[in-house]
């Protein structure tokens, strides 16, 4: 009875999505039981095996909310019987505002059709920092000291336009440095006034479709490919179409009826495999989009980390008066809570988009442009980006010899070059990398199953690792972990040698 109960209001809690570790919304879905009633004062609640197995949970998960509830007086274990919902539910729950239940009117609350979208497409993990987290970098690195200086002179000298909102597509001096930064490292043909600079990568995203395409066009995605292009996508009504990514990058589908609007790409270091977009399929693109008016979005989210050779030009130099607008971000060199990122959009539309993102976002932060100005002018930017170039090439090193020792080099994904933030590691066929996922999960281990960047139902199983924001021995340590519960995972036969 009380398995039924909580399988059908476990099934509603997942359908409606969420971000929260699996154990904590667990505990909250039988909280919320307890507290409106459903299960009742001194019911017995199933033994955790069973509700384990009722759920298609791990019996962690479900020991981990019978502790917590425990430990906060919802329920009592009676040795030799079992666990029972207390007499006395406590009055007022620790955190007051989440457990009070649900009002029943609100539980059904309708969503619109982008939000729902929205919810379907979600695929932010719930923690951010920690072994082996992908596509963060060692934000503990960053030279806070070096920029604050920066910032507490400006907040000292500060005249009100630099508190106000940020009209023109950002700071001016902010956009001269990017331009002069891109043409150098990047390769990227611009003048300043094309530069717009965004609260991260999905601002630049969100307001290129909203201005380029209509609800209904459809875009081509990387498959697998990065999923934040895809909630973009859903929340404007756009429709993505997956497109195979093999080792030159993203394989160019025939000519169609009814060519895509837009086209993501990630040319340097495609994401999440790696390859390098090649010359052929570079030219390719340029020349399709160029004849049926598809606008290319070149995301260049990490190709400063390249760790053997120079790295590689963007695909928005070799065609810069044509339809590419090319989108990067101080995510990866810097840090991502910074949220800074910028676009360089063809020149008949940086009015256009200036003028949208006031509309749209009625940005701020010039401060802190400015600041960042003057980090990048004083050659700060450049000698941290050199500096960490060398610590992750260390830390990547560092993982590929665990990887060597312990699993084989056949396990890294084939299409790896050897730079960015993380590395793919393929799991035998027939190995449930969510399930993997999870299960390291609930060992404080972060690694995101490659099944998760699919549209479409051909999946590769493996585990996105990212490396850069793990020391070594911290990167031992949760290795082992992992090889743990990779051991679980498979046939004893087919784990670490
Ligand atoms: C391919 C790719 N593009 C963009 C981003 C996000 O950039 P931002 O933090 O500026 O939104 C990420 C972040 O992980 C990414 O992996």
Request: a positive charge; one cysteine or more; aromatic letters at 8%.
């Amino acid at each position: 009875m009380a398995v039924e109960l909580l399988q059908s209001r476990w099934h509603a809690v997942r359908a409606g999505g969420g971000s929260a570790a699996l154990n904590r919304r667990l505990y909250e879905c039988i909280r919320d039981c307890i507290m409106d009633g459903s299960l009742p004062v001194g019911g017995r609640l199933p033994a955790s095996r069973d509700l384990a197995a009722g759920l298609g949970l791990s019996r962690n998960t479900v020991t981990f909310a019978y502790d917590q509830l425990r430990a906060e007086g919802y329920l009592r274990a009676v040795v030799g019987s079992g666990t029972f919902v207390t007499d006395v539910i406590p009055e007022t729950p620790l955190h007051a505002m989440r457990s009070r239940p649900m009002p029943a009117a609100q539980r059904g609350a309708r969503l619109s059709a982008r939000g729902k979208a929205a919810v379907a497409y979600a695929r932010a993990a719930p923690r951010q920092w920690g072994a082996f987290m992908p596509g963060v970098p060692d934000v503990t690195l960053f030279p806070h000291r070096k920029l604050g200086r920066i910032i507490a002179r400006l907040r000292r000298q500060a005249g009100p336009e630099l508190l106000s909102y940020a009209p023109g597509g950002g700071h001016g001096v902010l956009q001269r440095s990017l331009a002069q930064y891109l043409r150098q490292a990047r390769s990227v043909v611009c003048e300043p006034e094309q530069i717009i600079v965004t609260e991260g990568v999905h601002q630049a995203i969100d307001l290129i479709v909203r201005l380029l395409a209509d609800v209904g066009d459809t875009a081509w995605v990387e498959e697998p490919g990065y999923w934040g292009i895809r909630s973009v996508l859903a929340i404007n009504g756009i429709v993505p179409q997956p497109v195979l990514v093999d080792n030159e990058g993203m394989r160019l589908p025939a000519p169609g009826r009814k060519p895509p609007r837009l086209a993501f790409v990630t040319p340097s270091h495609q994401y999440p495999l790696g390859p390098v977009m090649s010359m052929a399929r570079r030219l390719g693109l340029l020349a399709r989009a160029g004849q049926s008016g598809t606008w290319i979005v070149e995301d260049d989210y990490d190709s400063e980390f390249r760790f053997n050779g120079q790295p590689v030009p963007s695909l928005q130099g070799m065609a810069p008066d044509g339809r590419v607008i090319y989108v990067g971000t101080f995510s990866k060199t810097l840090y991502p809570g910074l949220r800074t990122a910028y676009m360089v959009v063809p020149r008949a539309l940086a009015d256009t988009f200036k003028t949208a993102q006031s509309e749209f976002y009625r940005g701020g932060h010039l401060l802190s442009q400015l600041a960042l100005a003057e980090f990048i002018d004083q050659g700060y930017y450049a000698s941290h980006i050199r500096r960490m170039r060398q610590v992750y090439a260390g830390r990547r090193n560092f993982l590929l010899d665990q990887i060597r020792r312990w699993l084989g080099l056949e396990w890294v994904h084939e299409y790896d070059t050897g730079a960015g933030l993380h590395l793919v590691l393929r799991l035998p066929e027939g190995c449930d990398d969510h399930a993997v996922e999870q299960a390291a999960f609930e060992h404080n281990v972060l690694v995101r199953a490659l099944s998760r960047y699919y549209i479409g139902p051909r999946r590769q199983s493996g585990l996105l690792m990212g490396f850069a924001s793990v020391p070594e021995a911290e990167m031992l340590r949760c290795f082992q972990i992992l090889l743990g519960v990779l051991r679980g995972a498979m046939a004893p036969s087919r784990a670490a040698r």
